[in-house]
């Protein structure tokens, strides 16, 4: 079908809008509408004869519109189908398929068609048929609390936070270790009910001491994130929990020695300390040795809770 063309004199482009191209109809539409053809009323009746329903899309109403859209026919009615009663003698129940009514169907269904057998489970000596990942429902679930499907044990579940603690720690040496869940970071993770989990040292704490003050942390004084012995622990403001940290964010090539740096203009070590939010320069030295040493020497003149510091001198002077 050929497309219509502008009907403005010697323009020969398709037309856009209202019988005007769209270069002419933009122009005309700001400067002669008089020029462009009439606007379309629209309708207000579906165009199937006989039906007085507001029009949807192409000029039929919703019913009609999805009879085109279904059958290609806006007019054409699905053929009912007839009631039929289920073939089984003395069952008067409808038809539904194979002359049958939807139970009979399902027996029969279930009598007659061939299955695919399930294969049995992977697992050795296991003839049940497989439920998941190549497993019965009893391996499956076995793998899925304990990470094997013919080993291990399910995972115990305890009745209190008292009890989880009871049996989830165990003494090395003086401190009593968390041999429970750990984060990351190697804090230990205890869970206390309704869904909650604590940090287990800071709970441990609490079940001895009480509620920990609104902005105070727990201290380990052993350095040991697992242990959770309540004697090696200590409320510490921030600022003093920072100060016994037994290793800070360190110069990779200091080798492990706190408020070292190595720096690569000078071509010296630079020691540092931070306090009060702020670093203080403690000058460049040609051995990290001693920039360590003078490192450690202001820790102990302006920190009181670094205890590992304190030790490294009470070794110093044994």
Not at 184 to 193: D, Q, T
Request: aromatic share 8%.
């Amino acid at each position: 079908m050929e497309k219509a063309t502008c009907n403005i004199e010697d323009c020969t482009k398709d037309v856009y809008a209202r019988g005007n191209c769209n270069p002419h109809y933009q122009y005309n539409k700001k400067h002669h509408p008089e020029l462009l053809a009439p606007l379309k009323e629209p309708e207000t009746e579906c165009s199937v004869s006989q039906c007085q329903k507001n029009p949807r899309a192409r000029g039929m109403c919703p019913m009609h519109y999805a009879r085109w859209r279904k059958y290609g026919d806006p007019t054409l009615l699905r053929p009912k189908q007839k009631d039929e009663t289920c073939s089984i003698e003395d069952c008067d129940g409808q038809a539904s398929k194979r002359k049958m009514c939807t139970k009979h169907y399902q027996q029969w269904r279930k009598e007659n068609l061939p299955r695919t057998p399930k294969p049995p489970c992977s697992v050795e000596d296991c003839d049940e048929p497989v439920y998941a990942k190549g497993l019965c429902t009893h391996h499956y679930n076995r793998m899925r609390y304990t990470g094997a499907p013919t080993t291990g044990t399910r995972r115990t579940r305890y009745k209190t936070p008292q009890d989880s603690f009871a049996a989830r720690t165990r003494q090395e040496g003086d401190c009593l270790v968390w041999r429970g869940t750990l984060y990351g970071n190697g804090y230990g993770e205890i869970s206390v009910g309704n869904g909650k989990k604590r940090l287990v040292h800071r709970w441990a704490w609490e079940q001895e001491n009480g509620p920990i003050p609104d902005g105070m942390q727990i201290d380990h004084m052993c350095h040991n994130r697992a242990c959770v012995n309540v004697r090696h622990l200590r409320l510490a403001t921030p600022k003093q929990n920072l100060e016994n940290m037994l290793r800070g964010n360190l110069d990779s090539k200091a080798g492990g020695l706190r408020g070292v740096s190595w720096d690569e203009l000078r071509q010296k070590w630079h020691a540092t300390v931070g306090h009060d939010g702020r670093s203080i320069n403690l000058g460049h030295y040609d051995s990290k040795e001693t920039a360590a040493y003078v490192a450690l020497g202001a820790r102990l003149a302006l920190f009181k809770f670094n205890l590992a510091d304190q030790s490294i001198l009470i070794m110093s002077n044994d």
